[in-house]
């Protein structure tokens, strides 16, 4: 076997049916999911598509018309405040306060008002720019005199689904995260004695609670997407498509959905033909650190140096716990760097350097990188398993806490609950990952598994995006069980119906032996008269 | 978008753990599987890998040591006539009569009957090399000392899982048809409720009636699964590997299950993520006809021609039949080359000519081939797709009545009931197929579908038995859960403890309650004394 394979990659594309140069309408999500939508945008722009994205007048990330997409921009009536970073760092304080409260059944109830709560404004937000879309009878002429071939949107906020029903384009996900629950779930059979629910932080291999507490998850997902999520844009199907359209079918109906996921990283499950994976599609080589940061990276010598970030959505972490992590960094021989906004813990070491952004792929790709303190958000993880680091996971909010607890399951992490974090225990986990060489060992594993891949995802990515657009669709990968109802999905009307034949044939055949009993018992009896 | 998407394929196949020129055991199934192994085998060998194969004296196609691998041949106590292949011709004889008494449930109880006996005797004699092996110790030895890195089998006869187990090698499957039903039914979940089960010919999208009909032959082929093929093999494991072992979980726990299967053809269903769609691997343009074949093709002048063959494992049909179907040929225009062995038809036409073999890819691929008159196995069902040629379909046995649905659902294929068959149905049929546009266009569609992929499902398959060898094994992409028992898997235990704990709160309720009006009763009572 040759470390590369030469394969004679035979490209079987028809070029019958080609688009060439196709017109892409994009509806991307804000924060750290426009990080991956945007990578995509510009590989498909690279290709020679022309790429629109809708976005609001009060975007922080997506700006207007750059040199690879033009950009529809919708202002909102209302700007409400999800809008604005301080909301998530106002949700991150509440969601903090709630957990150290601990396990009891309030503090549940509480944290899962909050969740409600947010999710219902984010997506409140989002069904308004689709009102402001559909009754602006301009923008949406010129939307359908740009004759798109196709809507490519982050079903995180599906408003894009409507429009493309609208405009009978056909659609691709860029997905994990959907609704309330993981893509796969909305899309694919879940067994939950096996499939981990998102929200609910537990292995593929559960005890019997686990399961129990993992159908419940399911449950209350299943309600959190019906009663929280979907009435938003429920009404806006019923007021522009009627009653005979059902919101939740034309999420389900997409052609394929690209899946940031690899199962390197989450569990093994079952999926569907339509499902593309591209889990770690952003992850590329490392590039050479500024002088400053390699001349501070060098100086860790042989120890190397241990990197901290929590995400684009929270810039920082109450005083309280910084001054334990600046603590705990203080005693150990490597160099720390630490993305960190807000107050400045006064008892920093002088090992440690406090930066407000840091080329996080870089440095994760540095030979003297060590250990990555990290909250567990999908593009931190898969960077991190590209470059084969480990990592002390810091998880603070949303699938942060399972996607660190599957790198746990694998040897690769290490979890510090944030809320019950102390200097002592905070120095324990990067001892343990920095020491005990199984940490580096499995990261290395699963990094050499996840690169060994036939094409890059991001190419990938761009293969089914445009597959999509020279066959119109996809059809022939999506089951259409969806539209089934939901007795005769789940067999439940051929199961009565089962039953009830095998009751009648035992009842015809207790009938039929009372009779004969009957008739023996009366032809025996005139006998002993 | 270019014709060919000049994507950058980046390779990112690590080098670390690369085996050059690995050891490959195959365990193959005879007749037309083994047309599909070979050509994976030629495959492997030309990309540097020795390759073993196991084969019995008495193989019908399976030659011993040739220019691509190496055989272990053995020799069977006793040779059972399916080995034979007159076994195949007297068993569809006898399905043919069968089938043409009709729906009653005693044909039907006698199909299944001869289905049972064949299926145990091929298994037996599966079994009976297993027992060769294990009992053979200088062969097991000679086996053990060739350092095998994995083992390839067909699991259609799946002998070949025990010795995996026994040497502790990964397993890689070319599977579609395994044991009594496809192979997805065994790894992924199937609802039965737009799942058609392997062995009942429905469309994806069923009446009730076909749903009641399609859990049943679910149960039917459980049955068949665990009573008349697996007691063979578990009496082997029983032997060999002691009672903690269960066949069934060794089936269940290959590497990589590589299947003959693309979503053109298949309906859409849930599937695993270390299933690997090879369907149509076999798949290759035409090459030219020899000099007589394409004089005789080109004299069908603008008509152009019709083929027809039944597959590698029927010869020839009962001659009321074939007399039939030559009438019905001498009736058109098209010119015919009709695959056939056994008595020759007497009413045969001028236009037809009778070949002992043909070369059935050449003739598809040619511009003047109009349709195909085919059995429906899965081989010949590729290359018609492949080559864009519409097909009468005339299923004989096993899952060639579905194959053909599966088409005909499409608008690709006209089905003729071979029991049925007349010169004027037939002749109909073939005049539908040749005058609708849309049969044509249909297949073509799924042609332009079929070749649009990344990379050809030939190549697909050889790179993930390298990745097998390269990591030995790939248990990330496996899901244990066929571990788990039954009533767990099924979440019973845990829907049944929620069930117990829901009526011990409503219990808890009602006693409350009546606890509560009994007391405000008796408080009432002495105040009315």
Request: net charge neutral.
């Amino acid at each position: 076997m040759g470390s590369i394979p030469g394969l004679s990659l035979l490209l079987l594309v028809v070029s019958v049916s080609s688009v060439h140069g196709g017109k892409i309408l994009v509806f991307p999500v804000d924060g750290s999911h426009w990080v991956n939508m945007n990578l995509l945008i510009q590989s498909l722009h690279a290709r020679g598509h022309e790429v629109t994205v809708v976005r609001t007048a009060t975007s922080w990330y997506i700006k207007e018309n750059t040199a690879h997409y033009h950009s529809i921009t919708v202002t909102l009536p209302e700007a409400i405040s999800i809008e604005d970073q301080d909301f998530f760092v106002t949700f991150l304080v509440k969601m903090l306060a709630i957990q150290k409260q601990g396990g009891s059944l309030i503090s549940f109830a509480n944290f899962y008002w909050e969740i409600f709560t947010v999710l219902s404004k984010i997506h409140q937000q989002a069904s308004l720019l689709g009102v402001e879309i559909f009754e602006n009878k301009t923008l949406m002429q010129r939307i359908r005199d740009t004759d798109f071939d196709m809507v490519l949107l982050d079903p995180g906020l599906p408003v894009g689904v409507l429009v493309a029903h609208e405009l009978k384009l056909p659609t691709v996900f860029n997905v994990r995260w959907i609704t309330s629950g993981e893509g796969h779930f909305v899309v694919a059979p879940s067994p939950t004695s096996y499939v981990p629910t998102s929200g609910f932080a537990a292995p593929d291999k559960m005890t019997f609670v686990q399961r129990v507490k993992n159908l419940l998850h399911y449950l209350l997902n299943t309600c959190i997407d019906r009663f929280v999520v979907c009435p938003h844009y429920d009404r806006l199907v019923a007021r522009y498509f009627g009653p005979d359209v059902s919101f939740y079918h034309l999420l389900q109906g997409a052609d394929i959905w690209l899946m940031r996921v690899d199962f390197v990283f989450e569990f093994p499950r079952p999926t569907m033909p339509n499902i593309v994976y591209i889990g770690g599609f952003q992850c590329k080589p490392s590039e050479p650190l500024s002088s400053e940061l390699e001349e501070f990276v060098q100086s860790s010598g042989e120890h190397g140096f241990i990197l901290m970030a929590l995400g684009t959505l929270v810039k920082g972490l109450p005083v309280e716990i910084t001054s334990e992590i600046a603590a705990a960094f203080a005693q150990i021989p490597q160099k720390v760097i630490w993305r960190h906004v807000g107050e400045r813990p006064n008892n920093l070491g002088n090992n440690t350097l406090l930066v407000k952004w840091m080329p996080q792929n870089d440095l994760l790709g540095h030979p003297k990188a060590r250990a990555f303190v990290a909250h567990g958000g999908t593009n931190g993880v898969y960077e991190s398993i590209y470059h084969g680091v480990p990592i002390i996971g810091m998880p603070l909010m949303f699938d942060q806490f399972e996607n660190v607890l599957r790198l746990e399951a694998r040897g690769a992490a290490k979890v510090v609950e944030v809320t019950k974090l102390t200097q002592q225990n905070f120095l324990e986990a990067i001892q343990e990952v920095l020491h005990n060489p199984s940490y580096r060992r499995n990261m290395k594993r699963l990094s050499e598994l996840h690169r060994d891949k036939p094409m890059h995802p991001l190419d990938t990515a761009v293969y089914w995006i445009e597959f999509v657009m020279r066959h119109k669709g996809a059809s022939h990968l999506r089951t259409e069980s969806f539209k089934m109802r939901w007795y005769a999905y789940y067999s439940v009307d051929v199961l009565c119906f089962l039953l009830a034949v095998l009751l009648l044939l035992a009842a015809a055949v207790v009938a039929s032996v009372r009779f004969l009993c009957f008739r023996l018992c009366r032809r025996r009896k005139p006998k002993q008269e």
